[in-house]
């Protein structure tokens, strides 16, 4: 089955630095995703992303936050200045269609762990 | 979207059938019922999804009652690598304009015993 592919696995940082987490959606997937998990708490939605532009974001997604698909392959995640509770797993995923019926799918990566330190 | 509800936890022993019941009351008649696996350190993974009667893939089946407030989610024989956290997840509704916001609850931890 096609993957998607987040790097790095563990990102540790200070408060107030800026972090990039990469991801590789599946290649042919046009809808990409960033969510995030607390430890112990709910997967959480942060932002959709299709033909170049933000689509939806929740309210985590406040200005210290932004993405990118700098080119045909790697999409990103960018936090401008870490706070403490920015850390979290956070699940990069894609999808070939907007809508997620009839079996559509979100592929979620294997995570990027942040810890602000 | 629909809330859902589901155990916050499970046990089995390995060989045995499970199933895992979700409510969700508030289901509105475009939304479709959506089940996903997460596994520790690991992004939640697809299993199934249905609108109304039973759906079976080769991994389970998924029973949806005819007013649709509540499904079950059924792994057959279970194995210890089944031992994983299930999400129940309702809508966003077919011709919505949301686009992949999935909301996830706590799930149900299953824990399979050898």
């Known amino acids: 089955e096609p993957e998607v592919t987040q790097t790095p696995s563990h990102q540790v940082t200070q408060m107030g630095q800026e972090v990039i987490l990469r991801c590789v959606p599946i290649?042919?997937?046009?809808?990409f995703y960033w969510y995030r998990q607390i430890l112990g708490q709910k997967v959480e939605f942060l932002v959709s992303f299709y033909n170049n532009e933000i689509s939806e974001k929740s309210e985590i997604f406040d200005d210290q936050f932004s993405v990118e698909r700098p080119d045909g392959s790697n999409f990103t995640l960018k936090i401008r200045s870490t706070k403490l509770e920015d850390s979290a797993m956070y699940f990069c995923a894609s999808s070939l269609r907007r809508e997620l019926v009839d079996n559509e799918k979100l592929f979620f990566g294997s995570g990027t762990q942040l810890s602000v330190l | 979207l629909a809330k859902t509800t589901q155990p916050i936890s499970m046990d089995s022993y390995e060989g045995q059938e499970v199933n895992i019941t979700c409510s969700h009351n508030n289901i509105a008649t475009n939304d479709y019922i959506t089940w996903y696996q997460q596994f520790p350190s690991q992004g939640p993974r697809f299993i199934i999804q249905g609108y109304k009667t039973k759906v079976t893939n080769e991994v389970a089946s998924l029973f949806i009652p005819a007013d649709r407030k509540s499904s079950t989610l059924s792994l057959p024989r279970v194995s210890l690598s089944d031992t994983a956290v299930y999400y129940c997840?309702?809508?966003?509704?077919?011709?919505?304009?949301?686009?992949?916001?999935?909301?996830f609850g706590q799930g149900t931890t299953l824990q399979v015993k050898p």
């Open positions: 997840l309702v809508g966003p509704p077919k011709g919505s304009s949301n686009t992949g916001k999935l909301i």
């Open positions: 290649s042919n997937h046009l809808y």
